[in-house]
């Protein structure tokens, strides 16, 4: 039997993404997030478990997938909102006709949305896109790394500029329910919402996607 390599000097150790160890870290991380997700009025807590366990399949299936999970647990409350993001941005996906295929890569970048809140706070924008550039070479690492840096732009006057809205306007989307539902809760968003597209930060036509006990 071939001896397992050590890391070198200075060289961080890295969470396997396969064999029984990974499964067993998979399970962990699951259950963490899962723990941690507040009621989500409109969203079966079913399915609501079902999103986490498919983005953290997804995270698993790329290589270094649980790395940045790793990092998001430094910080319990960042890591709960980041897992509501997520989940919103699924069922928002989801109910504008996403494809099914697509639903887990959406929710894997809305959990990594403010990774540079750990790695930089003074710059997360910056920070987050150049660690998820610097994963293996994977168009999943782009789209992680384009919406961790794009998700706080204008995406109201993009699309009214005739750019669309994709990813990191579904994320910014998310982003603003989740902190509505934490301040104020649910049975108004539709209003606050509408108050803040009006100011640019994302296309009215997403409100209409939301469900219907959140607005």
Do not use: N
Not at 107 to 116: E, P, S
Not at 171 to 200: I, W
């Amino acid at each position: 039997m071939t001896a397992r390599a050590e890391p070198g000097p200075g060289t961080p150790p890295r969470w396997p993404d396969r064999g029984e160890d990974g499964s067993l870290r998979a399970v962990f991380v699951q259950h963490r997030l899962i723990a941690g997700l507040p009621p989500l009025p409109g969203i079966d807590p079913v399915a609501k478990q079902a999103v986490v366990a498919a983005i953290v399949d997804r995270l698993l299936a790329v290589p270094g997938g649980l790395e940045p999970l790793m990092l998001l647990q430094r910080d319990a409350a960042l890591l709960q909102r980041s897992t509501v993001v997520a989940v919103l941005a699924v069922v928002l996906a989801r109910r504008i006709g996403w494809p099914d295929e697509q639903l887990a890569d959406v929710g894997a970048a809305a959990l990594l949305h403010d990774l540079g809140a750990v790695l930089a706070p003074d710059r997360p924008a910056a920070a987050a896109f150049a660690w998820l550039l610097d994963r293996p070479a994977d168009d999943f690492w782009l789209r992680c790394a384009l919406v961790a840096r794009s998700w706080r732009e204008d995406h109201g006057a993009l699309a009214t500029a005739g750019r669309g809205y994709g990813l990191p306007a579904l994320v910014r989307m998310a982003v603003e329910c989740a902190s509505l539902m934490e301040h104020a809760g649910p049975g108004s968003l539709a209003a606050a919402l509408a108050g803040t597209s009006v100011a640019g930060a994302f296309p009215l036509e997403l409100i209409s996607a939301l469900p219907e006990p959140l607005v």
